[in-house]
T-cell receptor, first 114, second 114 residues
Framework: DTAVSQTPKYLVTQMGNDKSIKCEQN?????MYWYKQDSKKFLKIMFS???????INETVPNRFSPKSPDKAHLNLHINSLELGDSAVYFC?????????????FGPGTRLTVT | KQEVTQIPAALSVPEGENLVLNCSFT??????LQWFRQDPGKGLTSLLL?????REQTSGRLNASLDKSSGRSTLYIAASQPGDSATYLC?????????????FGTGTRLLVSP
């Protein structure tokens, strides 16, 4: 059973389109994250939710909107896609916020904007 | 602003060799440091997590040390195997930004040849 899963694994789309990436974790964790890994493999946090509440919101264009319908799911919607949005997007989860818990990552979604 | 650097950027060793990967961070006010491995096209796998009060953690052939005052951590891999080939990433969380916000290093790409 996959602990943190993401769909789709690959996403190819044209500039200007709107797309969503979905993430689910079956670890019973309270906290979930979205990270972006750019073409130079640099990984940076974008958002974090704890128990469906947004707790981290980095300097990310407002074309990116996360949504957490429940503790086990965190989706990322991107409007008006740009070439610079091409990257690998990783979802992660951790037990909670009370301690520095380990973060568990999903397999990633490779987004290519043409 | 916390910056995390990993040296070397790439490392190639023959099987069986012991090796050390380095991670340095500019601000020593951290909560913890976490080492991950990333296989090509895959997500991150957590290897070790060291709390700021700890000096080292061990898991099998891996040993991670932390010297918070000098802003350094090392990941020691004993008796390397071809299956250890991957990119190794370290990440820290800072006391001002909370447990959840990890700042990642630039990574070390390791190749262990048979």
């Amino acid at each position: 059973d996959t602990a943190v899963s993401q769909t789709p694994k690959y996403l190819v789309t044209q500039m200007g389109n709107d797309k969503s990436i979905k993430c689910e974790q079956n670890l019973g964790h309270d906290t979930m994250y979205w990270y972006k890994q750019d073409s130079k493999k640099f990984l940076k946090i974008m958002f974090s939710y704890n128990n469906k509440e947004l707790i981290i919101n980095e300097t990310v264009p407002n074309r990116f909107s996360p949504k957490s319908p429940d503790k086990a799911h965190l989706n990322l919607h991107i409007n008006s896609l740009e070439l610079g949005d091409s990257a690998v997007y990783f979802c992660a989860s951790s037990q909670g916020t009370g301690k520095p818990y380990e973060q568990y990552f999903g397999p990633g979604t490779r987004l290519t904007v043409t | 602003k916390q910056e995390v650097t990993q040296i070397p950027a790439a490392l190639s060793v023959p099987e069986g060799e012991n090796l050390v990967l380095n991670c340095s961070f500019t601000d020593s006010a951290i909560y913890n440091l976490q080492w991950f491995r990333q296989d090509p096209g895959k997500g991150l796998t957590s290897l070790l997590l060291i709390q700021s009060s700890q000096r080292e953690q061990t898991s099998g052939r891996l040993n991670a040390s932390l010297d918070k005052s000098s802003g350094r951590s090392t990941l020691y891999i004993a008796a390397s195997q071809p299956g250890d080939s991957a990119t190794y990433l370290c990440a820290v969380s800072h006391v001002n930004t909370g447990f959840q916000k990890l700042v990642f290093g630039t990574g070390t790409r390791l190749l262990v040849s048979p």
